[in-house]
T-cell receptor, first 114, second 107 residues
Framework: ETGVTQSPTHLIKTRGQQVTLRCSSQSGHNTVSWYQQALGQGPQFIFQYYREEENGRGNFPPRFSGLQFPNYSSELNVNALELDDSALYLC?????????????FGNGTRLTVT | RKEVEQDPGPFNVPEGATVAFNCTYSNSASQSFFWYRQDCRKEPKLLMSVYSSGNEDGRFTAQLNRASQYISLLIRDSKLSDSATYLCVVNFQKLVFGTGTRLLVSP
C-alpha cells in the first residue's frame, strides 16, 4: 500500500510569487484535503476535492486554488504569495467524502515566503 | 471564541504518570470527534476516535461530554514515546483541529 506523498518537501519563495504543491493520494483513496499548519497552530482546512471537484472550502482567499486529477492526485496553487503564507502545507487522503472519514496525511511541504 | 480550544501545554510528566487533556468545542451540532497525534516536524496521525459512550485503546481512554461540549484524553502509564502534540479534532461539515497540547514525558 502506497501512502500519501507530497512534493516538494521544502520550498522558499518570495512575496508576490506563485507556488504549486503536489500530492499523491494513498492507493484506493478518492478524496484529498489540503491543510495549512502555521508554527504552533493546528492544521487549518483549506479545501477538499472529491472525484475531481471541490467539495468544501475553509476560510482561505481565492488565491488559494486546487485541482484533482483522474488518478486522484492533487495540486494546491497559491498566487500572490504573502509572508503569512509561510507554513507547513499538509495533504490528506481518505476513502470517500463521508464526514469524519479517517485522514491519512502526507509528510507535508514546508513553504517559506521571504 | 475558537471552534476548538485546547491548553497548549506543555505538560511535563515523569514516566509512568497518568495525564489527561481536555478540549472544548463551540458548535453543538458537531458530529464526530477524534484525537490525532503529531510528532515534532511530522504529519498528524489518527490516535483514536471518540465515542459518546467513551472508549479505550490500551493505555488511552477518550471521553465525550456533549452537554458540556468537551472531550478528553487520558493516558495511563506514560511512556517516553508518548511525547508528542495531541490534536483534538471535531467534525462539523469539515474537520476542525485544535492547536494541540504538547506532552513531554521524562525518565
Amino acid at each position: 500500500e502506497t501512502g500519501v506523498t507530497q512534493s516538494p518537501t521544502h520550498l522558499i519563495k518570495t512575496r508576490g510569487q506563485q507556488v504549486t504543491l503536489r500530492c499523491s493520494s494513498q492507493s484506493g483513496h478518492n478524496t484529498v484535503s489540503w491543510y495549512q499548519q502555521a508554527l504552533g497552530q493546528g492544521p487549518q482546512f483549506i479545501f477538499q476535492y472529491y472525484r475531481e471537484e471541490e467539495n468544501g472550502r475553509g476560510n482561505f482567499p481565492p488565491r488559494f486554488s486546487g485541482l484533482q486529477f483522474p488518478n486522484y492526485s492533487s495540486e494546491l496553487n497559491v498566487n500572490a504569495l504573502e509572508l503569512d503564507d509561510s507554513a507547513l502545507y499538509l495533504c490528506a487522503s481518505s476513502l470517500g467524502n463521508r464526514q469524519g472519514a479517517t485522514l491519512h496525511f502526507g509528510n507535508g511541504t514546508r513553504l517559506t515566503v521571504t | 471564541r475558537k471552534e476548538v480550544e485546547q491548553d497548549p501545554g506543555p505538560f511535563n510528566v515523569p514516566e509512568g504518570a497518568t495525564v489527561a487533556f481536555n478540549c472544548t468545542y463551540s458548535n453543538s451540532a458537531s458530529q464526530s470527534f477524534f484525537w490525532y497525534r503529531q510528532d515534532c516536524r511530522k504529519e498528524p496521525k489518527l490516535l483514536m476516535s471518540v465515542y459518546s459512550s467513551g472508549n479505550e485503546d490500551g493505555r488511552f481512554t477518550a471521553q465525550l461530554n456533549r452537554a458540556s461540549q468537551y472531550i478528553s484524553l487520558l493516558i495511563r502509564d506514560s511512556k517516553l514515546s508518548d511525547s508528542a502534540t495531541y490534536l483534538c479534532v471535531v467534525n462539523f461539515q469539515k474537520l476542525v483541529f485544535g492547536t494541540g497540547t504538547r506532552l513531554l514525558v521524562s525518565p
